[in-house]
């Protein structure tokens, strides 16, 4: 049974950091992806940061140069260190993965390439 559970997040002001972990366990396929997702009520769930077993990673473009996904292979640990943090980034942060062999990019981001997901964690970012 796979799962994944989120922490880290909580109420920050502007320009501030976070950084968020996803603990999983279950995961056993060697190749897989692995990505953060956002959601603010009402609109889509947004895929922006995403990374293979291989570490090739990858985010949106509103959060790129900014946020930083890793992982820890020992630790079964996801990450995403959160860096000038905007009031835009306040959203519920999910953790979801897939064991599959590719996914094309544009792919990566979206929520029904993903089998597996974590309950989320909230990140509040005041101006």
């Known amino acids: 049974q796979v799962q994944l559970v989120e922490s880290g997040g909580g109420s920050v002001q502007a320009r501030g950091s976070l950084r968020l972990s996803c603990a999983t366990s279950?995961?056993?396929?060697?190749?897989?992806?692995m990505a953060w997702f956002r959601q603010t009520t009402g609109t889509e769930r947004e895929g922006v940061a995403a990374?293979?077993?291989?570490?090739?990673?990858g985010y949106a473009r509103s959060v790129e140069g900014r946020f930083l996904i890793s992982q820890d292979k020992v630790k079964r640990t996801l990450y995403l260190q959160m860096n000038n943090l905007k009031p835009e980034d306040t959203a519920m942060y999910y953790c979801?993965?897939?064991?599959?062999?590719?996914?094309?990019?544009?792919?990566?981001?979206?929520?029904?390439?993903?089998?597996?997901w974590g309950r989320g964690t909230q990140v509040s970012v005041s101006s």
């Open positions: 979801a993965a897939v064991e599959v062999d590719w996914l094309e990019p544009p792919s990566r981001y979206i929520q029904s390439s993903y089998k597996y």
């Open positions: 279950g995961l056993t396929a060697s190749r897989y992806y």
């Open positions: 990374i293979d077993e291989l570490d090739t990673h």
